[in-house]
């Protein structure tokens, strides 16, 4: 049957009952010359409302992304898994699919399609129609790799309709996974695998050229800190265009031969890497970093394994089918050195697609200073922040025994409260159970969501929680299982593990973790340490006899970000050094907003007369609306009474800010033209789901247009001041001083006592921390005290803790 004539059948399919639900049959975009035929789920409403060809948001949306990888479209063919619109109820959202729609639809009109076109390769668009083909696994591990069916080539995709939810790193993932259908449209066919040799790489790395893929495989386990001295280097891979080769641990040069690398190495993840060879005896002054070439270029996600396949069509193998609980280095042992220096093939090979177009768009400079933050992150990692053992058993000993007595308080309520759900039956009996749409399921059971039935009446906001007249038992006995699981976890999550270490916490700092380029951090992510009542966290760190703690933070840093790149006039007058109160700004940005004849009176009608709450609506505003918010968002940050209140406060701001709103614009028009924005320094930030044509991806791509800027600058700048920093130290204080963390706009230093003056004294010039790059300078504040928390002007609970009675404690412990 030709394609015209399958077409025809479609449009006047009424085969089974889902055409109840439609206007029209989504008929297929494409001729039968196409070689790959892109499967969605169904048309979306405005496709069925319009009559429109092509198949949902997803064909429009892949579609603009292949045109601007410089795909021709003819060799693309659209269509639709059900060719019906299922329904949508207002309030309650769109409808499944009739149970017999795939059947009937899917078994007759797609297989048509499929023979009419003879694909070479069939792209499905989320888990439906991935299953659909009898892909094996979720859909999250199963895209962007190629599997053989009984059809063919299937390229899974996640639907991108479903990310609209989570943060731009997935739209990244997913329009780079789009690359693999170009390479696929352009080859026909996947490259195979190169001949592995393995070979003496002493005799043979002259002419293994001067850039040479490394790979290392360490005995490192689950669990293990990256700093753990139990850790070694079990093999090192080699590879390049030609050959792939591998060092075994038996056959490694002697520690007294070694030196420098004979060759510039190119790493997937040279912070880790980098660490061990150094440790081994080896000096590594130059080298490469594909994940940093990646994410530079906008790539995602920075798995080794998930670039492989998109790039060159080839896929490694997993660690785990290697290596696992059941098998070991030793016993799988010629499988672990080809895989080790596989990984390292294909490392050299991303690094010969990635440098090319890096120099081409001129990002060498912004790559140099990721190679110096990373050197002053392995620093950072290996120093580790100093916390007391003495106050960790104290505090968890306090925990446990709160811990003990809530339970026993649960026990004697008679409430069913150790499973979750026989705890949410027992709180939801009797009443309607109602959840905003963006609600998950594990919010929707009865956990700490609930305690959001305690906001008063006159508090509760329209579409939040349904708010339940509970008894003040009912609440009490959910405020204590909600605080016993915080503590609980908190236990296991942070003090046992704490106490069970060698006095230093070793966190680790991800300078690629965001789309921004601002660290993020894990294990533990002490940038987002989990508050709870009556818990001093700061505290628990303390800096040992003869040192101190130096905090320096940037103030107001991405407020002046938006004054300097807005160059707004009224902003650049208030970001003025103050030349009587050194570091100090000649306006009160905050206070402005207050004093502003449009805030007074809106606080003269809302009987508003609190400093402090007037100075907390200033700062909502100020933060808020440079970064899209709204004037219904005001409203319900602010518990204001309608949403025009709010957007007069929106338009107020932008009254007095006059630049701000043209250079958002600005940065909208930019980001809808090339698919991102910049920093001040050139750094491209991607924004993948402008190109959407409507809905939430779309509002919040251009919301991110407006933020990223201001995010990515500050984050330079903290980066720029961390590398000095860093780099003076090395210099002048080496072993008196280190960089122990990374808090946002924060620097924490551990330094020595006899220099702590000094030392602060240096992080307030320009040659530390201030940064005067811009028309406003960034100025920093700087504190010093002997634990984090009283950096952070925190009670602390430990105050008596005198040296004789620490020793008398540590005696005993």
């Known amino acids: 049957m030709k394609l015209q004539q399958v077409n025809h059948a479609i449009s006047r399919c009424n085969a089974c009952p889902q055409r109840l639900t439609a206007r029209h049959r989504a008929q297929g975009l494409g001729t ?79 297989f048509d399609e499929i023979i009419a076109i003879d694909p070479k390769l069939i792209v499905t668009v989320g888990p439906k129609v991935t299953k659909f083909f009898d892909v094996k696994g979720g859909i999250n591990s199963v895209s962007g790799k190629i599997h053989m069916t009984d059809l063919g080539p299937v390229l899974p995709l996640v639907n991108p309709v479903s990310l609209n939810k989570q943060g731009p790193r997935q739209l990244v993932a997913f329009v780079t996974s789009l690359r693999l259908m170009k390479l696929f449209a352009e080859s026909g066919q996947l490259e195979p695998p190169p001949l592995v040799r393995y070979v003496d790489w002493v005799a043979e790395q002259e002419s293994a050229g001067d850039v040479v893929g490394v790979d290392l495989e360490t005995t490192w386990k689950e669990g293990m800190a990256s700093h753990d001295p139990a850790i070694d280097i079990w093999s090192i891979g080699y590879g390049n265009e030609w050959v792939r080769n591998v060092e075994h641990m038996r056959d490694f040069v002697p520690v007294e031969a070694r030196g420098e690398f ?59 089918s290697v290596i696992n609980a059941k098998k070991t280095y030793e016993d799988n042992e010629e499988e672990a050195l080809d895989y080790c220096a596989s990984d390292a093939w294909g490392t050299k090979v991303l690094h010969d697609i990635f440098w090319p177009e890096i120099k081409k768009r001129g990002l060498e400079g912004l790559y140099d200073l990721e190679r110096k933050v990373t050197t002053s992150i392995r620093r950072m990692e290996r120093k580790g922040i100093p916390i007391d053992q003495h106050r960790l058993v104290e505090l968890r000993d306090s925990m446990v025994g709160d811990i003990e007595a809530k339970r026993q308080f649960l026990n004697n309520s008679g409430v069913p409260w150790e499973k979750d759900k026989d705890f ?16 998950t399921s594990k919010q929707l059971s009865c956990k700490k969501d609930d305690l959001l039935a305690k906001i008063p009446e006159n508090e509760r906001e329209d579409g939040d929680w349904e708010y339940l007249n509970a008894t003040p038992d009912q609440l009490a006995v959910v405020q204590a299982r909600v605080e016993l699981a915080q503590k609980a976890k908190f236990i296991k999550t942070y003090l046992e593990h704490w106490i069970a270490g060698d006095g230093w916490v070793h966190p680790s700092f991800n300078q690629t973790g965001t789309v921004t380029w601002r660290f993020s951090c894990s294990d533990p992510n002490l940038q987002n340490v989990a508050r709870i009542e009556g818990v001093p966290l700061h505290h628990l760190f303390v800096a040992p006899d003869g040192w101190k703690f130096i905090s320096v933070d940037y103030s107001l840093l991405e407020l002046v970000v938006i004054a300097n790149l807005s160059k707004d006039p ?30 007074q009176q809106f606080f003269n009608t809302a009987s508003i007369h609190d400093d402090d709450r007037q100075r907390t609506f200033a700062k909502t505003i100020n933060y808020g609306i440079p970064y899209g918010l709204t004037g219904y968002s005001v409203k319900r940050r602010l518990k204001l009474k309608d949403q025009e209140t709010g957007d007069a ?112 004294a240096f992080c307030l010039t320009t040659d530390g921390m201030l940064d005067t790059r811009h028309n406003a300078p960034y100025l920093v504040d700087a504190k010093v005290g002997q634990t984090w928390g009283e950096l952070k002007q925190v009670d602390d609970p430990f105050a008596w803790n005198t040296k004789e009675e620490r020793e008398e404690v540590e005696s005993e412990v």
């Not at 949306?61 to 329904?87: D, E, N, W």
């Not at 009587?580 to 700004?585: E, F, I, S, V």
């Open 32 to 110: 039968d010359r196409a070689e790959i035929i892109v499967v969605t789920e169904n048309p979306s409403a405005p496709d069925d409302r319009e009559g429109r060809v092509g198949a949902g948001f997803e064909t429009a949306f892949i579609m603009k992304h292949l045109q601007r990888l410089g795909m021709p479209l003819s060799k693309v063919y659209f269509t639709a898994l059900v060719k019906c619109f299922p329904g949508f109820t207002r309030g309650v959202g769109f409808h499944d699919f009739h149970p017999d729609a795939i059947g009937t639809c899917s078994t007759t009109h797609l």
């Open 262 to 320: 004979p060759f510039t190495p190119v790493f997937h993840n040279a912070s880790f890497d980098i660490e061990f060879l150094e440790r081994d005896g080896w000096k590594v002054p130059e080298w490469y970093d594909t994940i940093i070439e990646a994410h530079l270029l906008g790539y995602g996600p920075l798995g080794l394994k998930k670039l492989m396949p998109v790039f060159t069509g080839h896929s490694l193998k997993d660690f785990k």
């Open 424 to 439: 949410a039956a027992w709180f939801w009996k009797g009443r309607e159970k109602k959840a905003p749409k963006t609600a």
């Open 570 to 599: 009224v902003m650049l007058d208030a970001f003025v050094e103050d030349r009587k109160r050194k570091g100090k700004y000649k306006k009160d940005i905050h206070q402005m907003r207050v004093d502003s004849l449009l805030m």
């Open 649 to 760: 406060l929106v338009q107020g701001f932008f009254d007095d800010f006059k630049a701000v709103k043209p250079w958002q614009d600005a940065q909208k028009r930019h980001g809808e033209r090339f698919g991102y924005v910049k920093t001040s320094e050139g750094r491209p930030l991607y924004v993948p789901g402008i190109f959407a044509e409507w809905g939430r991806i779309k509002s919040r791509a251009e919301n991110q247009t407006k933020n990223m800027p201001v995010q990515g600058t500050a984050a330079e700048i903290v980066k720029e001041a961390m590398v000095r920093c860093d780099e003076a130290i090395e210099k002048f204080w080496k072993g008196m001083a280190y960089i122990v963390s990374q808090i946002h706009d924060e620097l924490l230093f551990l330094v020595r006592d006899d220099v702590v003056d000094e030392f602060k």
